[in-house]
Structure formats: C-alpha cells, structure tokens
C-alpha cells in the first residue's frame, strides 16, 4: 500500500512540475491547455485509418475487439496478477481489491501518458535541451523521456521520492512475476509430470531454482532486447500469439458445461499456429484484430471438438456456476458503476 501511495504521488509531481514548465509562463493548467493544443491528436483514443498508429490502436474494431482479450487475459487469467486476489482474507475483500486497482488505472494516463506527451511536445520545440537529450546517434532513445522529465524539472528532494517510489513498483512487479514463474512451474509441471512424491521443503528449493534460472534467461533477453522502439508494445504483441487461446479455453471452460479435455487442448495447439498465420501472412492486420479473430477460431475449435469427442451431456468436471458464484457487494457495485461512468465519459470526451 506504502509503495502504490508512493508512486501516485511521485507521478503526479512529475506531471505537475512539467506542466508548469512546458511554457514560459508556468502555471499547470496553463501548460495543460498548451499541451492539448500543440498535441491535440495525442489525446484521441480512436484513430482513423489514416494515423501512423492505426496499426497498433485500429480505431474502433480496438474497442470492441481485440483490447477485449488483451485485458481479460491479462486481468482475469494471468496468475501473475491473480494471485493478489488469491491472497486476499475474502471474496469481499478481494472484490474491493479489484475495485481499487480499476480507479487506479483511471490515473494511469495523468501520470504516464500526459508526461509522455510534455516529452514529445518539448522534444519538438527543442525545450530545455531536449532534443540533445533524446538523441542517441541518428535516433531517438524514447526511453528517456520519463528519467529525463524527472532528472531535468524534478527538485532534489522530490527527485528521491519519484525515483524511490518508481524502484519499489518495480521491484515489487518483478517479486510478483519470479514468484508467479515459481509457483506455475513448481505445482503445474513438476510436482504433477517430474516428481510426484515432492515434500514442501523440496518444492521450495525447486522454486527457488527456477526463479534464479528466469532471472538468468530474463537478464539475457534484456540485454538483447535493448534496441526495441517500444517494448511494452513488443510483449503484447507476442503475448497475444498465446493469451487468446488460453482465454478462449477458460471462457468455454467456465460457461459452456460442455466443453471437455479434449476440446480445450485441441483449442489451445490450434490458436498458436492460427495466430503465427494471421501475424506472418501478408494480410496486414493489426496485431489487436488478429487477437480477437484467434479466439474467436479458437473458441469454434474448441466447440467443435467437444461436441465430436464427447457424448452430448454436460462434462462431469464442468464448474457449477451458482448465483451466490456471482455475487458481489454493495460497495463493490457502486465503485464499480463509477469507474464504468469514468471510462465511458473518458472515451466520449477523447474520442
């Protein structure tokens, strides 16, 4: 809690200190308006085909596909971020967990995206030396428009707060993720296919192997990876090779009773080579679309071989869904009306 605290109010410092050093004038909501002035179509959510970045955000076929998939996967099925829920006392208090992380993401964009924004507007005009800065010989180091905003306008004092809160959001992102690694690969693939007969005091020190060898691999593939423009990008794009498919199998898996074994591992070697076509092949699609067109397949995969290998009742390892299953709290129902209220006046005011 200390570290999400830290990090909201670091970043807003660093948005505000930048607002009011993006013109001569000063003054925050001086140096907003000048912002959405000078980078007005920075703001827009939904591009036209015409935008340079149409490939990445495809207008509203983003907002009614494949963002869909990428955020459910990511939200409802990677244990990587589950496990925070997993970890709660309660149902209850889990459900307000989530509740909180979405008014959260609300303030993503005032502390990421309008920093970026003064970065690329300073970068332009050549502001505070800023293109010096960015320059990285014949190119532009993106990845230095946050350091630099912090370590140009930032004041000592503040500056050590920013920085630490930044250290311990990432540190506590890559605990969450070795220990994710960890968890997956000891209880999922070695206790069940390598060694079934596995004391607690054994599993541990698998885990702890399997953590420094990912840290290993992780460190490599960094070192590699210097030279991509965007990153954050990059690991969404080849994630979805393999999140459509394993939503697709949890979706069916969830609510369509059924859905067997051998319908879901048939729907999940399926929605790799499915997705591997749909990236490669010279159909020029953006990779978002070709998220929502392979679990879509996927799930037609996972339909028909179901039907096919199975006798027609309901699968006996099918989960019961129950209203109480579904059931959420007042305070949970009202937080998540606000949000659903914030976002749809968001996209309105930014489309």
């Known amino acids: 809690m200390i570290q999400v605290v830290l990090l909201v109010i670091g970043g807003l410092i660093t948005t505000i200190i930048a607002l009011n050093n993006v013109t001569p004038e000063g003054g925050t909501f001086h140096g907003l308006s000048y912002v959405f002035n000078e980078a ?22 983003m907002l009614i ?3 869909w998939i990428a955020n459910l996967y990511y939200w409802g099925f990677n244990q990587y971020i589950i496990q925070r829920a997993f970890a ?12 909180f992380a979405g008014f959260l993401k609300i303030i993503v964009p005032v502390i990421v995206v309008i920093p970026g924004i003064i970065a690329f507007i300073m970068y332009s005009q050549d502001l505070h030396g800023a293109q010096v800065a960015f320059d990285n010989g014949g190119g532009i180091n993106y990845d230095k428009a946050y350091p630099w905003l912090i370590g140009t306008f930032v004041p000592a004092g503040l500056k050590g707060l920013v920085v630490a809160a930044l250290s311990a959001a990432i540190v506590s992102s890559l605990a969450s993720m070795l220990n994710s690694t960890s968890t997956i690969f000891t209880m999922d693939i070695y206790k069940p296919y390598v060694n079934k007969t596995a004391g607690n005091k054994q599993l541990v020190t698998v885990g702890r192997i399997t953590v420094l060898a990912a840290l290993i691999v992780a460190t490599s593939l960094a070192n590699k990876m210097g030279s ?18 394993i939503l697709a199998v949890f979706l069916m898996g969830l609510f369509w009773k059924k859905t067997n074994v051998k ?3 048939a729907g999940v070697l399926a929605s790799i080579p499915v997705a591997l076509a749909l ?3 010279p159909i020029d699609m953006p990779f978002l679309d ?3 067109y392979t679990c879509l397949i996927t799930i037609v995969v996972i339909l028909f071989v179901s039907l096919t290998t199975g006798e027609g009742d309901d699968d006996a390892k099918g989960i019961p869904l129950l209203r109480e299953t579904f059931a959420t709290g007042r305070k949970f129902n009202i937080s998540a009306y606000i949000i659903l209220l914030v976002v749809a006046v968001l996209y309105i005011v930014f489309w």
Do not use: C, W
């Open 40 to 61: 007005g179509d920075k703001f827009h959510m939904i591009l036209k085909k015409d935008n340079p970045e149409f490939s990445n955000l495809p207008g509203i076929a």
């Open 65 to 67: 596909g494949g963002l």
């Open 88 to 99: 709660a006392k309660s149902l209850r208090e889990a459900q307000r967990g989530l509740a």
């Open 228 to 245: 991509i423009p965007q990153m954050f990008q990059y690991i969404q794009e080849y994630t979805g090779i393999v999140s459509p498919g």
């Open 263 to 265: 319908g879901a591992i």
């Open 279 to 281: 990236k490669f092949l």
């Open 290 to 292: 070709q998220m929502i």
